[in-house]
């Protein structure tokens, strides 16, 4: 079965700095892969998608990259601020006719001011 | 962007007794809504696939009896946990998939309290 794997512990950065977060999987690569963030007590929100033909994603300061053949993939945070603390999964898409997300366990950012 | 409401938000009941949670799409149509269980600290697990119109379809180890769906519209999904125990107690969240599939919209969660 497919296993998705996030760093568990959590990232401590500066406020401006560049977060970094890290999502491998085994088996199968997906054909699409996302992030979403979560904060406490909430539902997950979308952030990017990317497509395993895809290398790398953007959107104003998100940035995903997509390696197939690692079987990674990276989500960076530029000029992090407070408020991006919250804790981001990892989710792969089954492409199959059931349209499954399968989540990684997240992890959680704090970003101190 | 498209909404999905839950309700109640939190729920605190009695062991054995049973509890129902709503799963509505506000401003889409979603013949499919998702239905997972988040322990503390630790990932969204799928418990099953509601169908509009069929049987839902459920994740190994999720017992159905227990756990009834019910995709009545193609606008509201319910869960219901029978016989309540405190095991059960969760963060339970519902989502709908965007046009295309190719992402879902999750609701804001029911928080689950079995005394």
């Known amino acids: 079965s497919q296993k998705i794997e996030q760093n568990s512990e959590a990232l401590n950065i500066q406020e401006g700095k560049t977060a970094t977060l890290t999502c491998n999987y085994t088996n199968y690569s997906p054909a699409y892969l996302q992030w979403y963030r979560q904060d406490p007590g909430r539902g997950p929100v979308f952030l990017l998608l990317?497509?395993?033909?895809?290398k790398e994603k953007r959107k104003e300061r998100l940035k995903v990259t997509f390696d197939t053949t690692l079987k990674q993939s990276l989500f960076h945070i530029t000029a992090s601020q407070p408020a991006d603390s919250a804790t981001y999964l990892c989710?792969?898409?089954?492409?199959?006719?059931?349209?499954?997300?399968?989540f990684g366990s997240g992890t959680r950012l704090l970003v101190r001011p | 962007g498209a909404v999905v409401s839950q309700h109640p938000s939190w729920v605190i009941c009695k062991s054995g007794t049973s509890v129902k949670i709503e799963c509505r799409s506000l401003d889409f149509q979603a013949t499919t809504m998702f239905w997972y269980r988040q322990f503390p600290k630790q990932s969204l697990m799928l418990m099953a696939t509601?169908?509009?119109?069929?049987?839902?379809?459920?994740e190994q180890g999720v017992e159905k009896d227990k756990f009834l769906i019910n995709h009545a519209s193609l606008t509201l999904s319910t869960l219901t946990v029978t016989s309540a125990h405190p095991e059960d107690s969760s963060f339970y969240i519902c989502s709908a998939p965007a046009w295309a599939q190719e992402t879902q919209y999750f609701g804001p969660g029911t928080r689950l309290l079995v005394l």
């Open positions: 509601s169908n509009e119109g069929s049987k839902a379809t459920y």
């Open positions: 989710a792969l898409l089954m492409m199959d006719s059931s349209y499954k997300l399968i």
């Open positions: 990317i497509r395993e033909n895809e």
